[in-house]
Each structure stands twice: as structure tokens, then as C-alpha cells.
């Protein structure tokens, strides 16, 4: 019943999910997502920013009991992520061992599937992090 709603929200943040597109004002403030008004100076005059995807791990936890619709990822790790611009962003860590994070790891954002609908065969994908390839 929940799906179609959870479908067209996904498409229309779709841009943000797949190139991280947040907001810029015309002070120069860099935020995520992005919004009408500027949440630090409450400017109106916000354009489309796009971020580097390059950041750097500030926290994380592995989460060992997801929401519904997640459990085959369990257990995954979520961190908060700095972008290299300022903002921080929630998102799950791939391609990533638990016991390979640590404070200040570099990372750079991916597109990967975040969810399936065996029944729709509808597939949902967002991005994540992952260390940066040297």
C-alpha cells in the first residue's frame, strides 16, 4: 500500500540522490538537502549546488536491526559523513568492513541499490560511501 508513495518520493528527489545536489545561497552558504530558504542566514535567494561527494567519516554505528525492507543488508554500517564543502550528511558506508572505519576516513559518495520489490521488481537507488580509491 506504502510502496507508490515510497516510489514517487524517490523519484522526486532524485537528483539528490544520485549527484548530491544540495542548495547554495547568495551568501555563500553550502547545505544539504537543499532547501527554499537558506538555514543559516534565511536568504531566499538559493540555487542548485552540487556537492564533490568527497567527505570524511565523523561517527558511525552499525545498525544490527534495520527498518523493515532493509534486513538483507543487515548488519550495515550508517555514518555521518563531513563533505569536504562543510555539510553533514547521514548515509550508509559500502564496500567497507566494520572493523576498517575509523574517525576521519576519507570516503567519496556511490550510487548503490538501497532497496528491491521482489513482487514490483521495482529497484531503489541512493547514494552511499565508501573509502576513497587510492
Not at 42 to 52: A, D, K, L, P, T
Amino acid at each position: 500500500m506504502g510502496k507508490p508513495m515510497q516510489v514517487a518520493r524517490h523519484w522526486r528527489h532524485f537528483r539528490e540522490k544520485y549527484a548530491l545536489i544540495g542548495g547554495k545561497c547568495e551568501n555563500g552558504h553550502v547545505f544539504f538537502p537543499k532547501r527554499p530558504i537558506c538555514p543559516v542566514c534565511g536568504s531566499r535567494n538559493v540555487e542548485e549546488y552540487q556537492f564533490s561527494g568527497k567527505g570524511k567519516v565523523i561517527s558511525w554505528t552499525i545498525v544490527r536491526n534495520p527498518p523493515s525492507g532493509f534486513e538483507y543488508y543487515r548488519p550495515y554500517p550508517l555514518a555521518l559523513v563531513q563533505l569536504e564543502e562543510g555539510p553533514v550528511v547521514l548515509a550508509q558506508l559500502t564496500d567497507v568492513e566494520p572493523d576498517e572505519i575509523d574517525f576521519g576516513m576519507e570516503v567519496e559518495m556511490v550510487t548503490r541499490k538501497v532497496r528491491e520489490f521482489d513482487e514490483d521488481g521495482i529497484i531503489l537507488y541512493a547514494y552511499k560511501f565508501r573509502p576513497v580509491l587510492k
